[in-house]
């Protein structure tokens, strides 16, 4: 069975149409590629000298979601983009391939565009599956018996040999917190689903170190482990909203809501969670309810009786539904991800990680981020669809003086290319906690249609660091708000007050913005703010088409020094 296998040191070779061909990561029957090269699905790939399917073939199989949401954008904005541009909208390129069905323990020539790389598959592993250990499908009414399901899983997970696989076959199974360890796969075939119940979490979980405001933890946990993979065909559920009418409360008897938007084919459904705030969680909450319930429980207090401290706290202690701390060599593969009572996946303090082929549907969840990183290095995300209540992939580094005294590091080396981005209030987020910095990101070939922010760098005065070495390009976005968004204006006032003010607030620097096509930016095309004294610098656009709809949706710049926006061109649709 699958076994893991990362290798993130450069395994690089040179041909004439590809550069840095590199292994992503290598199973006992999968192995996963990246490269740089000038086009997309002609680039010839060969497995031990026999041609193989195209890249577009491959990619569509892997996440047919995001190859069939490609084909719909362009189709629609195409032709739009072309009335007022006078050419099509650029082509984000799909520089990535999965191997499948392949033998364990056997070396594979890779060979992509003339470039080539040896690459050994791992050994076959155990496989163990949880209803041989007690756990059993169907919806579990009570804290017992989902306690028992509990055991039974995390009873599998401990007897899991070196290099094993725990399944969780088809069927529902419902869960409170496990664990991960090392060197094991967790494999999930069914829908692995949170309780509805708070005491089923382990409690105490802390962002950060210097932070005061425990949470309960998440349904997959992992801390101070080494190579392992979360992947599979089916479904991991939070558990952790109702869902919505259009009018954003929850649906009579909590019935199965969806949305459209005007460019939706009708292909795909979209799922519609309601949205809420610390004042009505209870009543449009499930496992977010119980959670905020609880916690006020355990300091003596009621709805009632809370203070307004007293009530963000147990609103902030919703759990996530995927919490990794202190790991090296993190997989997540294939699943979707839906309906968290927090954010989605959290990967913190941790390096060597790997997020290809996932769906994350959280869209009108209460900070409901698809993937954050924070404190982690080393991240490769690619070909995933993200369609969420917050940011969509957001990076923190810690907050204010308190970030400087833990030892640990901000965010750097990290690569997002090939995704498809739908709502999000940001789709890539740096911040706003950016006091260790965050460094070396490369966005590329995605596509954002209907993300509020596609790039939003944000950081409030209180928590300083800085944002520099970062890339964006070949980019194409459709129907956006803020297109492009650096700022230090971020309201996040309490960070200053708890966990001591930095000397200076954040910088923002050192950003390439190019071959970006965008229609229908609705608000500003470009927004830079910084704070009196510390301007954002050498910030540069080139090759950046606009397509508005007014003329007073263009770029608005305070407080910067030495940047380019020679490269932008903003047509008016008239």
């Given at each position: ?266 292909s795909f459904v979209f799922p519609l969670f309601a949205s809420a705030s610390r004042k009505n969680v209870h ?160 966005i590329h070939d995605n596509i954002f249609n209907w993300s509020n922010i596609p790039f939003r760098v944000k ?116």
């Open positions: 069975m699958m076994c893991v296998a990362f290798v993130f040191a450069a395994a690089c070779a040179f041909g004439k149409n590809v550069e840095n061909l590199e292994l992503r990561h290598a199973s006992s029957d999968e192995i996963f590629v990246s490269w740089d090269s000038a086009s997309d699905d002609e680039i010839p790939v060969l497995l031990n000298g026999e041609k193989c399917e195209s890249v577009g073939e491959n990619a569509g199989k892997s996440n047919s979601l995001v190859s069939s949401l490609r084909e719909e954008f362009y189709g629609y904005y195409d032709g739009k983009f072309e009335e007022v541009a006078g050419r099509k909208m650029i082509r984000t390129r799909r520089n990535f391939y999965k191997f499948s069905g392949l033998e364990s323990s056997t070396e594979y020539k890779v060979n992509v565009g003339g470039s080539e790389i040896s690459v050994k598959t791992q050994s076959a592993g155990k496989v163990l599956d949880v209803t041989k250990f007690g756990a059993v499908p169907g919806e579990l009414g009570s804290v017992k018996a989902i306690e028992k399901n509990t055991k039974a899983i995390q009873k599998a997970i401990k007897k899991c040999p070196k290099n094993g696989t725990v399944l969780v076959p088809e069927g529902v199974f419902v869960c409170g917190s496990i664990k991960l360890k090392s060197d094991m796969t967790l494999k999930i075939d069914g829908v692995l689903k949170s309780s509805p119940f708070a005491e089923n979490y382990d409690f105490g979980f802390l962002m950060y170190k210097y932070y005061t405001d425990k949470r309960y933890f998440g349904l997959i946990n992992a801390d101070g482990a080494k190579n392992i993979r979360i992947v599979g065909k089916g479904t991991v559920d939070g558990n952790g909203w109702k869902y919505a009418s259009s009018s954003g409360k929850p649906t009579e008897g909590n019935a199965f809501s969806s949305y459209k938007k005007e460019n939706d084919s009708g009543e449009r909450g499930i496992l977010a309810a119980s959670c905020a319930e609880k916690y006020l429980e355990r300091i003596g207090k009621t709805r009632g009786s809370a203070s307004e401290d007293e009530l963000k706290f147990a609103f902030s202690s919703r759990s996530t539904m995927v919490i990794i701390r202190n790991s090296s060599g993190v997989f997540i593969e294939g699943l979707s991800f839906v309906n968290p009572a927090n954010h989605t996946i959290n990967i913190l303090d941790s390096e060597n990680i790997g997020v290809t082929g996932i769906k994350v549907h959280s869209f009108n969840c209460a900070n409901g981020d698809g993937v954050g990183l924070i404190c982690s290095q080393n991240a490769w995300i690619w070909n995933n669809f993200f369609d969420t209540g917050d940011d969509s992939v957001v990076f923190s580094a810690g907050v204010g003086k308190a970030a400087s005294t833990t030892g640990e590091k901000g965010v750097s080396n990290v690569r997002i290319f090939g995704n498809h981005f739908r709502n999000g209030h940001g789709g890539v987020a740096f911040g706003s906690h950016t006091a260790l910095g965050i460094s070396g990101v490369s950081s409030n005065p209180a928590n300083g660091g800085e944002v520099f070495d970062v890339k964006c390009f070949r980019n194409a976005m459709g129907d956006v708000y803020q297109t492009f968004l650096l700022s230090t204006d971020y309201k996040d006032g309490s960070t200053a007050s708890t966990y001591g003010k930095a000397d200076t607030p954040a910088v923002f620097h050192d950003v390439e913005i190019s071959d970006c096509d965008i229609y229908r930016a609705r608000q500003n095309t470009y927004l830079l703010y910084a704070e009196e004294g510390y301007p954002h610098h050498h910030i540069k656009f080139s090759g950046v088409t606009f397509v508005v709809f007014h003329d007073d949706e263009m770029g608005e710049v305070t407080n910067a020094s030495e940047c380019d926006f020679s490269g932008v061109k903003t047509l008016v649709v008239e």
